[in-house]
């Protein structure tokens, strides 16, 4: 089946710590996307690549970093330079049509900081 | 700064009525809209687009938009509990399928039995 795959579905950290959030997608994607969410808010942009090894930042890049080395996958870290990480985590990717322009997600990472 | 506001609810609505859920956003220039449905604690689904001012019609649901006042709605016809979500909405400046969406806070529908 075709989709995108995040994992882990829930990931503990430790104060100080990086952790790093996979993604990963069969649906012949261009574009890729990390967005967080805060309790009862929307989805804030945190980095998007619209092809390999190119990425640009979002509204909230500070304390994250991410690659894209090859089209399936486009990981995230999230550093200990992030001082409020916990948050749920979704990644999403389109295809670069121009009548075809919904984003798609995956199931989501649920990040806690302990 | 681009933003798309909601009203984030709760909007409560009895079974078989309809819901009407509205949202606004600041770019002239955006091109398409997206309505995304999302239960608690899982990602958004997508359940209507819509590129073209009027009305698009899907199943039990209906998307409404007008550029010229910056406007674009969900109608949600025969409410089921099994509506009872949060829907976000999101808006796309450019035409074209690589760019990140800009969403709203989401409005948070209550369908009560």
């Known amino acids: 089946d075709g989709g995108i795959t995040q994992s882990p579905k829930y990931l503990f950290r430790k104060e100080g710590q990086n952790v790093t959030l996979s993604c990963e997608q069969n649906?012949?994607?261009?574009?890729m996307y990390w967005y967080r969410q805060d309790p009862g808010q929307g989805l804030r942009l945190i980095y998007y690549s619209q092809i390999v090894n190119d990425f640009q930042k979002g509204d909230i890049a500070e304390g994250y970093s991410v690659s894209r080395e090859k089209k399936e996958s486009f990981p995230l870290t999230v550093t200990s330079a992030q001082k409020n990480p916990t948050a749920f985590y979704l990644c999403?990717?389109?295809?670069?049509?121009?009548?075809?322009?919904?984003?798609?997600f995956g199931q989501g990472t649920r990040l806690t900081v302990v | 700064q681009k933003e798309v506001e909601q009203n984030s609810g709760p909007l409560s609505v009895p079974e078989g009525a309809i819901a009407s859920l509205n949202c606004t956003y600041s770019?002239?220039?955006?091109?398409?809209f997206f309505w995304y449905r999302q239960y608690s604690g899982k990602s958004p689904e997508l359940i209507m687009f819509i590129y073209s001012n009027g009305d698009k019609e899907d199943g039990r649901f209906t998307a409404q938009l007008n550029k010229a006042s910056q406007y674009v709605s969900l109608l949600i016809r025969d409410s089921q509990p099994s509506d009872s979500a949060t829907y976000l909405c999101a808006v796309n400046s450019y035409y074209s399928g690589n760019t990140p969406l800009v969403f709203g806070k989401g409005t948070r529908l209550s369908v009560i039995a």
């Open positions: 770019d002239r220039g955006s091109q398409s």
């Open positions: 999403a990717s389109s295809i670069s049509r121009t009548d075809n322009t919904e984003a798609f």
């Open positions: 649906l012949n994607h261009d574009a």
